[in-house]
């Protein structure tokens, strides 16, 4: 499979617990991104690495989230002390490094259920 | 405000019809539109990207358009499947600069679904 691979698809954890989501973007894609989607909304941007480098970072993104792309291949997105308001999906998007217009290619997500 | 609207909100054919979906859209600086395909629970597909020169992509059975001057673009469905039924989405793309899709503005999306 040549696309981008989330991990794990949902997860279920009680309140106060950490939780680390793992993204594979498609090989060779410099570019790699992670966006929060609620039910009914479109994604919302947290972060964006361009190799290993986090570039930015959205205001959603509190201090209890914290992403990594240490070899600039795979992604991890943590969320400490989670609470009920991080219920959500969780998108993972790579892209080439290419053009202005060159279009994210995004992952099956994770599905996270805070209870 | 950048806005992206979709038209209608939800939409039953029959299988074999075709179906045109509508959006409005009102960002600036433009960079590209995209449609997306996202099924129930799983990530957005991307079906066609095109940047204000171009007025027309298509992606097999699925044909967009766009009007840059009117801000507008439709995403034509031929010969509709039972595995076309999902939420199409409309998106905008608001920077001109690298890493563009940082700043996509999304709309609600139409649910299509189409019955046997």
């Known amino acids: 499979d040549t696309g981008v691979s989330q991990d794990p698809r949902h997860k279920i954890t009680k309140r106060g617990q950490n939780v680390t989501f793992r993204c594979d973007p498609i090989s060779e894609h410099n570019r790699l991104y992670w966006y929060r989607q609620t039910l009914g909304q479109g994604p919302e941007f947290l972060t964006y690495f361009q190799n290993e480098a986090q570039l930015e970072k959205s205001r959603l993104l509190s201090d209890r989230f914290s992403a990594e792309r240490p070899k600039g291949s795979f992604s991890t997105l943590e969320i400490q002390r989670t609470e009920q308001g991080d219920s959500a999906m969780y998108l993972c998007a790579s892209s080439p490094l290419?053009?202005?217009?060159?279009?994210?290619?995004?992952?099956?997500?994770?599905?996270?259920?805070?209870? | 405000k950048n806005q992206v609207e979709q038209s209608p909100q939800s939409l039953i054919i029959l299988e074999g019809k075709n179906c045109t979906l509508q959006c409005n859209y009102t960002v600036s600086p433009f960079s590209n539109l995209r449609w997306y395909k996202q099924d129930t629970g799983r990530g957005p597909v991307s079906l066609t990207i095109m940047t204000f020169s171009e007025n027309t992509k298509s992606n097999g059975r699925y044909t967009a358009t766009l009007d840059a001057d009117t801000k507008q673009s439709s995403l034509h469905i031929t010969a509709s499947q039972l595995s076309d039924s999902a939420s199409y989405i409309c998106v905008v793309s608001a920077s001109g600069n690298a890493g563009n899709n940082r700043k996509l503005i999304w709309g609600l999306g139409t649910s299509l679904a189409v019955n046997p």
């Open chain 1, 98 to 115: 290419r053009n202005q217009n060159t279009e994210a290619f995004f992952g099956q997500g994770t599905r996270l259920t805070v209870v």
